[in-house]
């Protein structure tokens, strides 16, 4: 699909695609263009997974080698589907990406290898259960359940008017010691910034 | 240009040559600084506005690449602080419009722009357009484009055309007002002397003399200027005089061949009269008329010998060759001439009194005894008329001269003959023998001395005459007067 996106668009780049996908979610903050699928609402969340990846930074002990790859990690169910599989491979702040499935089970233990770690909105138990164990991680966590972001998530998503759109917990960002560009947060629908 | 200027007087060459020079110094510079300031200053709006462009796209790489219309648009409107900035777009990279800022009054117009990673910077006639690319993760996802007046730079060209103008005229003006100020200091000397060059050739007044105001050449040349009116004055009167003195002489010899030829020939015609007698006395054998006649014949004669010497006396009074003058006490001088004339005194038994106050004189020896027997026998002869009559000769001493009188106890002169008396062959008393040229003499000698000589009387109070020398203070000093 990829592949077959990139041919059809007359630009070059490969890179472009993400703009193309991302045309998509234009309107999720103008809320001009309605989400109309499933697919689609979560091929403009994974395009947002992305683009988040351009304005977190992570603490400089976490990528001892310039070879070391930003691990996004899929908790539960995938219902990105392939649109999540598709980040493989991209890069984001010089670093490759690669994207793991943890559909049949979550071992806290994993999180050591982790940098993003997406939250299925069918299994909130698992984000309950995780989240204090990645608090002080440098983990981004993404998540999509409504206590999402008072269980100590960082960015969670929600659909308003059709749109997607994302609140940020500022404070959590700041305790993982991610360091979330001024840039997106001004994006975000809301912003928990507690001391 | 040039007949213009040569119109002009030197004091208005002066101030029409120092504004034009002040002016064109103040225009070039003006000119430069002004064009220096608005480089400067476009490059300084230029430098503000890609800064500008920087940061606003460094700031929107979220919006583009979220596509966030509503925080593209906000960030724009952010560039209402920046009244320069017209308009403003931000562009995907695919070229879409995301979000535009427009100021007030400013139309939609979306340019057509190339979106690449260059960064640039074009000026249109009225107008500054910036491209900056958005860039995240150096990825280009989009580009900005401002289009900015610069309305403010020709404000203030015009700004500083006005104040060059301004400063111009001041410049002028003050320039115009120092020039004409001091202009004194340089031009004033040369315009004295131009007055006073004027003046002396309308007159012919070479007794004026420029003032000299400053030490400068202008001082030297009003000092030769002046060196140059002595010279020329010296020479002047030197000529007056020279020509007074010749229109003198030439009077002086015209009366002389007149009185000479008339005086001369009265003893000749008694000669030549009263040889024919004695021719006829002897003839008739009478002795004694005919020893008469030839006495007479021998007195004439004789008079005739006293007038040519005393001609030629008078003719030699002054010439250099034939005197050697030195200081003389008249004291001493004096004596010496009452012995000469003790004989005549006695005759008339008359009485000399010589005072001992007589100043030292600078003359030639035979000159002052020429004078002072002159006055003295004309005092003996007409003063002493009847015995006991006493004669003085005495002084007074002024400052710069000295008075010497010879004084007679006779029946005085009329006022009338006083400036006759010194003139050739004048006599009053026709019944006293003498030549007529004593007095002349005596006159000529003290002219000579650089004196003269005059007389004081009345009828029958006797007479004073009176020589006046000029006063001898450093022997050798005073100027030789011929």
Redesign the interface.
Known sequence: MRRLLLQTMSFSRRRLFFPVCLLLTAGNLVAQTPVISPTIEYQVKASLVFNFLHFVEWPEDIFKNASDEITICMIGPNVYGRALKVLEGEVAQGKRLTVRLHTEGWFPALAETCRVAIFAEQTPEAAEETLPILADRSVLTIGETSTFLSDGGIIKFKIVNETVQFEINHAMAKRARLMVSSKLLRLATNVIDGN | MNSFLSRLSLKWKFVFVVVLIMLSISIVQNMVFHLRDIQDFTRSIQNRVSTLAEVLAD?S???V???????AVQLLNSLRHEPSVRQAYLF???GQVLAEYLAEGEKLTVPLIDIDRTASITSTDNRIIVRHPVI????L?GALYMSVDIQELRERVYARMIFGLVVLLGIAVVAFGVTLWSQKFFLQPIFNLSRLSYEIGQNKNYSLRARKTSNDEWGVLVENFNAMLDAIQERDQALARKSQELEYSNKELEQFAYVISHDLKSPLVTIQGFAGRFMKYVEDGNEERSRDSAMRVQNAAKRMGELIDDVLTLSRVGRKEMIARKLIDLNVQMAGIREDLQGELDQAGASLVIEENLPTVYADPGEIRQVFQNLLINAIRYGCLEPGKTITVGARSLAAESHVFVRDEGPGIPKEYHARIFQLFQRLDQSVSGTGLGLAIVSKVMKSLGGHAWVESQRGKGSTFWLVFPKVTKPGKRSELT
């Open positions: 700031n790489t979220s919006a690449q979220f596509r966030s219309r509503q925080d995907t990279a695919d995240l993760d150096q990825q996802v």
